[in-house]
């Protein structure tokens, strides 16, 4: 019968297990950044920029940005639920692993904010954003994306994003063209205005 462990013996037990466990996670970590940061290099970085920055308002800054949310859009331009024939090449052998591996490489970067290029359509868009339009039904944008725009993890970070981007973005909700994510875009973009959409965009990309 094997005798039983003193209570000394236990901590120094359960100490040890921990430390292995936590070189382990270290270990699996180092490699997931390891395998993203060539997966980053070999393609993505053509578009969304080396540091995530990107190279045009056409492609989305990635800096920043949510790890869950950039494996969640990766899902999609992968099943197809969010259409675009330059992603679903590139996406087409990503694992769920890698995908969210990139995720956190890029969520780990920054972007220095940066003025608003239109100061009075940025002030225009930030009314908007944190009061919405009670005249035509467009709620307060700061409801779900948060007082600084950085969303969460299931809501994109519109902070520092393209206001470009985003403006696109909103017209495809608006015209129900991206069905990929929260219906409730639909129901708020579809009430809003050209000119609203451009505030909006002017006002979070800037913050």
């Known amino acids: 019968?094997?005798?039983?462990?003193?209570?000394?013996?236990?901590?120094?037990?359960?100490f040890t297990l921990a430390v292995a466990l936590l070189f382990s996670m270290s270990a699996?970590?180092?490699?997931?950044?390891?395998r993203a940061k060539k997966i980053a290099g070999g393609s993505c970085f053509l578009c969304h920029g080396a540091q995530g920055e990107s190279t045009s308002e056409v492609f989305p800054r990635l800096?920043?940005?949510?790890?869950?949310?950039?494996?969640?859009?990766?899902?999609?331009?992968?099943?197809?639920?969010?259409?675009?024939?330059?992603?679903?090449e590139m996406v087409s052998k990503l694992t769920p692993d890698e995908m969210l591996a990139l995720g956190k490489y890029y969520e780990k970067m920054s972007?220095?904010?940066e003025e608003p290029k239109d100061p009075q359509l940025a002030a225009m868009g930030r009314y908007i954003f944190h009061n919405g339009n009670k005249?035509?039904?467009v709620p307060a944008c700061v409801?779900?994306?948060?007082?600084?725009?950085?969303?969460?993890a299931n809501l994109p970070r519109l902070?520092?994003?393209?206001?470009?981007?985003i403006h696109t973005q909103l017209k495809s909700f608006n015209k129900r063209d991206r069905t990929n994510d929260n219906a409730v875009m639909h129901v708020v973009a579809e009430k809003m205005t050209e000119l609203e959409m451009a505030a909006v965009a002017e006002y979070v990309s800037s913050k």
């Open 28 to 34: 699996f970590a180092q490699a997931d950044e390891a």
């Open 159 to 165: 902070a520092t994003q393209f206001s470009g981007y």
């Open 63 to 88: 800096a920043g940005q949510h790890a869950e949310y950039i494996a969640k859009q990766l899902t999609a331009f992968k099943s197809g639920q969010r259409k675009s024939t330059a992603m679903v």
């Open 1 to 14: 019968m094997n005798a039983r462990l003193s209570p000394l013996n236990t901590v120094r037990t359960t």
């Open 135 to 137: 005249f035509s039904g």
């Open 111 to 113: 972007i220095p904010r």
């Open 143 to 152: 409801n779900c994306h948060g007082t600084n725009a950085e969303g969460a």
